[in-house]
């Protein structure tokens, strides 16, 4: 496998750490870029973007990166706050009257660090709801918490981009892909965004699932949780409609809004996304408000991922597992389902980025990315 892209000297192993998740590791399509201290240091790509192996995988190819979307999200509402547009603690109904249904006391802190309970869709909802931007958010204001909000931490895969996503769009008076050009592409020279459209880059890979599981890296409980209550949240979480886990290649998903999982992005996008917020003086957001979106808002074993996560606003937060651990205790990212991942390291200064084509099982990062970020940091030594 041919490898293209550079790495500055200093980090020259990085090279041989991803060309081995080509041969050991079943990637067939990926890159991996690194910023630190607002320079790019590290930028690999190699494979193919398509499943005939026919188009070729290049530095500004997007792929579906799923939850990662999540931190890009939370990034433009933060910035909703930072214009004093939005209070992170006051209803989220008083800026959008209808979502008071069932949940008039949830605030946007709630929203942004999974304490709502609005984890799912409570009854069955028509399978092509979730191509339907306003539609899906009518559905979210309409939909009661599953538990008291505030009382418990329960991560919510899908809902989370409607919910937030409706919220920033009354605040800022802006359609949130217009926002989202505004704030963050162009400031930052972004190639992706949510869906396929309004991109830079028409580049777009195909992704499914990797040929051979990898070795997990700790338990992936949700399956059992399904099984153990299909009619539960965790199921109707992930399955409810069923098109949630379905068809993340077609024109249908990649032309909707579904920021909480359909983001494209670079891994050079995920880079400078994070490498801004690391590197001391971010151009998208003021340090305070990193600070306080970096900050720890909820710990604990989280009722839809049944595993113990922290929560700041809108990001997850490093931890001492090698799957959650983005750099020392100030790091701060997204992974998302299939391997994907973007993470800031402000001790480091550095911006992270990791993308591929082929889809793992894990929960958080796998194999692949925990390569790659621990060979980096033994470079940092």
């Known amino acids: 496998m041919e490898i293209y892209g550079f790495c500055a000297p200093g980090f020259e192993a990085l090279l041989e750490a991803f060309a081995k998740n080509f041969r050991e590791c079943g990637d067939t399509g990926a890159a991996f870029a690194v910023r630190q201290h607002g320079e790019l240091i590290c930028s690999l790509w190699a494979g193919s973007a398509d499943?005939?192996?026919?188009?070729?995988?290049?530095?500004?190819?997007?792929?579906?990166?799923?939850?990662?979307?999540?931190?890009?999200?939370?990034?433009?509402?933060?910035?909703?706050?930072?214009?004093?547009?939005?209070?992170?603690?006051?209803?989220?109904?008083?800026?959008?009257?209808?979502?008071?249904q069932h949940k008039e006391s949830v605030t946007a802190r709630q929203l942004l660090s999974h304490r709502s309970g609005l984890v799912a869709f409570r009854e069955r909802v028509k399978d092509n709801l979730i191509y339907d931007w306003q539609a899906a958010c009518d559905a979210v204001a309409e939909t009661a918490p599953w538990w008291e909000p505030g009382s418990e931490q329960g991560y919510a895969p899908f809902l989370y981009g409607w919910s937030l996503g409706g919220l920033i769009e009354r605040v800022a008076e802006k359609p949130l892909l217009e926002l989202y050009r505004e704030m963050l592409a162009k400031p930052l020279n972004l190639d992706g965004g949510f869906g396929a459209l309004g991109h830079s880059?028409?580049?777009?890979?195909?992704?499914?699932?990797?040929?051979?599981?990898?070795?997990?890296?700790?338990?992936?409980?949700?399956?059992?949780?399904?099984?153990?209550?299909?009619?539960?949240?965790?199921?109707?979480?992930?399955?409810?409609?069923?098109?949630?886990?379905?068809?993340?290649?077609?024109?249908?998903?990649?032309g909707a809004l579904i920021p909480a999982a359909n983001g494209h992005f670079s891994a050079r996008d995920l880079a400078a996304v994070y490498g801004d917020l690391a590197g001391g003086n971010p151009i998208t957001l003021g340090q305070k408000w990193v600070d306080e979106a970096s900050r720890e808002q909820s710990r604990g074993r989280d009722k839809v991922l049944q595993a113990e996560v922290s929560f700041g606003c809108g990001?997850?937060?490093?931890?001492?597992?090698?799957?959650?651990?983005?750099?020392?205790?100030?790091?701060?990212?997204?992974?998302?389902?299939?391997?994907?991942?973007?993470?800031?390291?402000?001790?480091?200064?550095?911006?992270?980025?990791?993308?591929?084509?082929?889809?793992?099982?894990?929960?958080?990062?796998?194999?692949?990315?925990?390569?790659?970020?621990?060979?980096?940091?033994?470079?940092?030594?």
């Not at 949780?225 to 069923?242: C, L, Q, T, Y």
């Not at 299939?338 to 550095?350: I, M, R, T």
Request: aromatic residues 8%.
């Open 201 to 254: 880059s028409s580049r777009i890979a195909d992704v499914s699932p990797l040929k051979q599981s990898l070795p997990e890296l700790r338990e992936n409980a949700i399956g059992r949780a399904i099984k153990e209550d299909r009619k539960g949240p965790v199921a109707m979480a992930f399955s409810n409609p069923v098109s949630l886990m379905m068809g993340t290649n077609s024109p249908e998903w990649r």
């Open 51 to 100: 499943r005939d192996g026919e188009q070729p995988f290049t530095e500004e190819t997007l792929v579906n990166v799923f939850s990662s979307s999540k931190g890009v999200l939370a990034l433009l509402a933060m910035q909703q706050v930072q214009v004093g547009k939005l209070d992170l603690d006051r209803p989220v109904a008083d800026y959008w009257p209808e979502f008071a």
């Open 315 to 381: 990001f997850i937060r490093s931890t001492q597992a090698a799957d959650l651990r983005f750099g020392g205790k100030q790091g701060f990212g997204h992974p998302g389902a299939g391997g994907s991942v973007g993470f800031a390291d402000p001790e480091q200064g550095l911006g992270v980025g990791y993308i591929t084509t082929r889809l793992g099982q894990s929960l958080f990062m796998d194999r692949r990315a925990v390569s790659l970020v621990e060979t980096l940091y033994g470079l940092l030594k």
